[in-house]
């Protein structure tokens, strides 16, 4: 079973970048199976969804947050990560990395998330 | 931008009582559509799929039913380990693909 863990600094200023990774295990990232994404969380709201990537390393993100994320894959590692630039306090939420199914709809497994605070 | 919106915010119901969450897309999403469920402090679970499928371990008492724009989740008789916020989830493949969530039930305990 696929198994996901983020990592990261829990602490970021703002108007720098933040910087996440996702270390998987029970699979190989490399496999084809799934498409890796970043979801994050507000304390007490709803879901948004920030970003996806494929083996491939072709990606597709959130419109709304596209001129400031960037998610990449280091295969030799079997992680990827997340960069958010130019933070701000609306950025403090929890991040999540998740594992989307093959048909790329559902979120077959997830992170157990990480929280992330933008302040001075 | 496909919007989800879920009904009721919230719902309050007893142990063994049945429970009807409803997902309403703001166009049809034919039958792509996820439910997850949530607990305080813990990552979302995928609970259904392709609006009507169970996800593995995912026990009989929880089923999804809809296509199109409108989509229930049952719970047809809760357990104490059911109170939770439930989210809805679809993928549109339009340009640009995007996922969007609804915005929660949360099923509290009366």
């Known amino acids: 079973q696929v198994q996901l863990q983020e990592s990261g600094p829990g602490l970021v200023k703002p108007s720098q970048t933040l910087s996440l990774t996702c270390t998987v295990s029970?699979?190989?990232?490399?496999?084809?199976?799934?498409?890796w994404s970043w979801i994050r969380q507000p304390a007490g709201k709803g879901l948004e969804w920030i970003g996806r990537i494929y083996t491939s390393g072709s990606t597709n993100y959130n419109p709304s947050l596209k001129s400031r994320v960037t998610i990449s894959v280091d295969t030799s590692k079997n992680q990827f990560s997340l960069k958010l630039s130019s933070v701000t306090a609306a950025d403090t939420v929890v991040y999540y990395c998740?594992?989307?199914?093959?048909?790329?709809?559902?979120?077959?497994?997830w992170g157990q998330g990480t929280l992330v605070t933008v302040s001075s | 931008e496909i919007v989800l919106t879920q009904s009721p915010a919230t719902l309050s119901l007893s142990p063994g009582e049945r429970a009807t969450l409803s997902c309403r897309a703001s166009q049809s999403v034919s039958s792509y559509l996820a439910w997850y469920q949530q607990k305080p402090g813990q990552a979302p679970r995928l609970l259904i799929y392709d609006a009507s499928n169970r996800a593995t371990g995912i026990p009989a008492r929880f089923s999804g039913s809809g296509s199109g724009t409108d989509f229930t989740l049952t719970i047809s008789s809760l357990e104490p380990e059911d109170f939770a916020v439930y989210y809805c989830q679809q993928r549109s493949n339009w340009p640009p693909l995007m996922y969007t969530f609804g915005q929660g039930t949360k099923l509290e305990i009366k």
């Open positions: 029970g699979g190989s990232i490399s496999s084809g199976s799934y498409y």
């Open positions: 998740g594992a989307y199914d093959s048909s790329g709809y559902y979120v077959d497994y």
